[in-house]
């Protein structure tokens, strides 16, 4: 649960105040650090400036994974300071992020409070914190999760597509963004109703998960009808065969009435970036042109 710090004093901070409130920040809070939110790395604080470290900001959850609801990188993206709760094993901890200025380059303090015996929410076994964790996982879906398909949503890929961009080309490995779109949607929903359509897009949701499952990567609803799958570490031939595959299983999908269905129909695009570094906009747009482009030779 992400909400916004309170107190304009708060919304930003400068290298100068940070060395100045050091003690403080100390004193209040469990653990503190600064991040570097784009390239996920936590930074070492040294004669008053920022020194990059080889420690994944990540890390600190144990879970060796990007956080599915980065505070940092929407603290930098929005310029204001942000506050959520998060889970780390059986603890709950509040973190503040606050985006500093005049750093040189994209950066945030996060501030870390231990609140699992001291925040309380409705009824339930307060020492062990089992109601408060359960309560921060649910919120933390409905953020970033597409309630229909359980996908991520358009949030999560504005936030999580960069900072991939940024893993594939420090470690120089292809990156694969693919576009989907279902051809014959609004034949579905005009045939046999809203419900039906909405039918489709679990169907779709349900597909891209099991063919995607085991692979370094993950996919989000777009909007409508239309599906983002970001693929680490494969290459744009290894992404065309999971997404024929993605497609082959789609056209088995009746969607309809027991006496009258149609099967399900979709076009896809795919943007490998391999050596030249773009952004997610360019990826997803020249992703959607390929999806285009091959939606136009079908029909």
């Not at 879906?141 to 504005?158: C, E």
């Not at 597909?207 to 599906?227: M, P, Q, V």
């Not at 992703?287 to 029909?299: E, P, S, V």
């Amino acid at each position: 649960m992400i909400v916004e710090a309170l107190g304009g004093e708060m919304n930003r901070i400068t290298l100068d105040e940070i060395n100045d409130k050091l003690d403080f920040f100390h004193k209040m809070y469990d653990a503190v650090r600064l991040i570097d939110p784009l390239h996920k790395k936590v930074m070492d604080y040294r004669n008053s400036t920022m020194v990059p470290s080889d420690e994944k900001c990540y890390c600190y959850w144990g879970n060796n994974k990007i956080c599915d609801n980065c505070i940092s990188i929407r603290s930098y993206k929005e310029d204001r300071s942000l506050v959520k709760m998060e889970t780390n094993s059986d603890i709950v901890l509040l973190v503040t992020a606050i985006p500093i200025t005049a750093a040189g380059g994209p950066a945030v303090l996060e501030l870390f409070k231990n609140v699992t015996d001291s925040m309380f929410i409705g009824e339930g076994d307060y020492n062990k914190g089992e109601m408060l964790t359960q309560y921060v996982r649910e919120i933390t879906d409905a953020i970033v999760k597409d309630p229909l398909t359980s996908l991520f949503n358009r949030r999560y890929i504005d936030e999580r597509l960069p900072a991939d961009i940024v893993e594939s080309v420090l470690s120089h490995t292809p990156l694969s963004v693919c576009f989907i779109d279902l051809d014959n949607f609004k034949a579905i929903n005009d045939s046999y109703g809203h419900e039906a359509g909405d039918l489709a897009i679990q169907a779709m949701g349900g597909i891209i998960l099991r063919n995607i499952g085991n692979k370094n990567g993950w996919a989000a609803r777009y909007g409508g009808d239309e599906f983002v799958v970001c693929l680490n570490r494969i290459k744009e031939d290894e992404a065309r065969l999971i997404m024929e595959q993605i497609q082959k299983d789609a056209e088995t999908v009746p969607v309809g009435t027991e006496n009258q269905s149609m099967k399900l129909s979709l076009s896809f695009g795919i943007k490998t970036m391999d050596q030249m570094p773009i952004t997610a906009k360019e990826m997803i747009g020249e992703a959607d042109k390929n999806m285009y482009r091959a939606k136009r030779q079908k029909f």
